[in-house]
């Protein structure tokens, strides 16, 4: 089994107790993280030195910030939500507000996504209604306003990776849909429901055709996407069950999403201080390999970490939890050769993820092959 090992760490010059809730690596050209945390900032710090960015610090972005993501129309903004029914959208290079929509019924926001030029939010059960909203982020109006499809808060956004009109949703009520919103009406626009069986703590495409979904007690299952007016008769689903078993740990951290029907599962385990990341991959079936992990030995501590993030050009790992330090983790090559490969993989430009991905997806050859459980709602 590979090791990751500790490189820096830092607390972002975050007030005594803390926590980060969320980390990621941004679109800006120098690649730098953004992260969000309990003192309702938001902050832009340096990969390499963990230092704040120029125009790097956000200030009460929200009264009860809860989400965060890039904003896939412009590289140099990120996008939050919060417990105040607002989302916003931040200019890294100005460190101002660019724009700022609200709930109508002034509902707490619990996940967010986009894709071109549309935003999307979900929203905390409220006066009986969850609430999906779409935005065109030009004229800032509700292109789209779902709110007969989930019985209970909606906890996932995701937009597809390649048909940037299909939107996956995810709810506490154990329903993951699917909508195609080139469709105006709403019931016609929900083309897909999987009822996983418990509360969903992450959703998201693994690829074009497949999408996952994990609930609050761990359980993973792979679903088929199906094409609108198409039947799910023959679309059996491949069932993990609790991952706490399967990969003998104490909690999921995340599903990363790798492209090409393979991803990372992050875990971690309290009592032995340790944190995993664990291959989800595709060949004739699905399948997670433990013997390809890679541990994190002494992860935070007895703390939960809440977010992790990967860089495949550095083969780094990024984790960020309650004891409210940001960390960085250097993945270890096994021998020689690998070392010499990585040498040559550096000289080449590669695809983001791929080096990851292949390094992670060993044949037994030896060649290479390729949950916010704890959220802040």
């Known amino acids: ?170 709810s506490t009520d154990g329903l993951v849909n699917i909508y195609d919103t080139a469709v105006p009406d709403e019931e016609e626009a929900l083309f897909q429901i999987t009822n996983h069986g418990s509360s969903i703590h992450h959703a998201g495409f693994l690829s074009s055709t497949e999408f996952y979904a994990l609930s609050h007690d761990e359980n993973l299952s792979v679903y088929h996407v199906i094409k609108p007016h198409e039947t799910v008769e023959n679309a059996i689903p491949f069932k993990f069950g609790d991952l706490r078993s399967v990969l003998h740990c104490e909690y999921v951290i995340d599903i990363i999403p790798l492209g090409n029907g393979q991803a990372i599962i992050g875990t971690g385990i309290h009592s032995t201080q340790e944190l995993g990341l664990v291959p989800l991959q595709f060949g004739s079936q699905w399948s997670i390999p433990t013997d390809q992990a890679i541990r994190l030995n002494g992860g935070h501590g007895s703390e939960i970490v809440r977010s992790m993030c990967l860089d495949d050009a550095s083969q780094k790992v990024f984790t960020a939890g309650e004891d409210g330090l940001v960390k960085v983790w250097q993945i270890q090559a096994n021998d020689e050769e690998e070392n010499k490969k990585e040498n040559e993989e550096q000289s080449q430009p590669r695809d983001k993820k791929a080096v990851l991905s292949e390094r992670l997806k060993k044949s037994k050859s030896g060649k290479e092959k390729i949950r916010e459980k704890f959220a802040p709602y």
Not at 86 to 109: I, M, N, P, Q
Request: some cysteine; glycine content about 6%.
């Open 1 to 170: 089994m590979k090791t990751a090992t500790l490189v820096s760490e830092s607390s972002l010059s975050l007030p005594a107790d803390s926590y980060i809730y969320k980390i990621l690596q941004t679109k800006t050209q120098n690649g730098a993280l953004a992260a969000i945390s309990s003192d309702d900032s938001l902050r832009i710090i340096d990969a390499e030195t963990l230092q704040l960015k120029a125009c790097g610090l956000f200030n009460k972005t929200h009264e009860g910030v809860t989400c965060l993501e890039t904003f896939d129309a412009d590289p140099n903004c990120v996008l939050t939500t919060g417990r105040d029914g607002a989302g916003c959208c931040w200019d890294l290079r100005s460190g101002e507000k660019t724009f700022e929509v609200h709930d109508a019924h002034g509902a707490s926001y619990l996940s967010l996504d986009s894709k071109g030029l549309n935003v999307a939010a979900g929203t905390e059960l409220t006066q009986s209604q969850a609430t999906v909203t779409i935005w065109d982020s030009r004229s800032m109006k509700n292109s789209f306003v779902y709110t007969e499809c989930h019985s209970d808060d909606i906890s996932r956004l995701q937009f597809h990776p390649a048909n940037p009109s299909y939107l996956l949703s995810g």
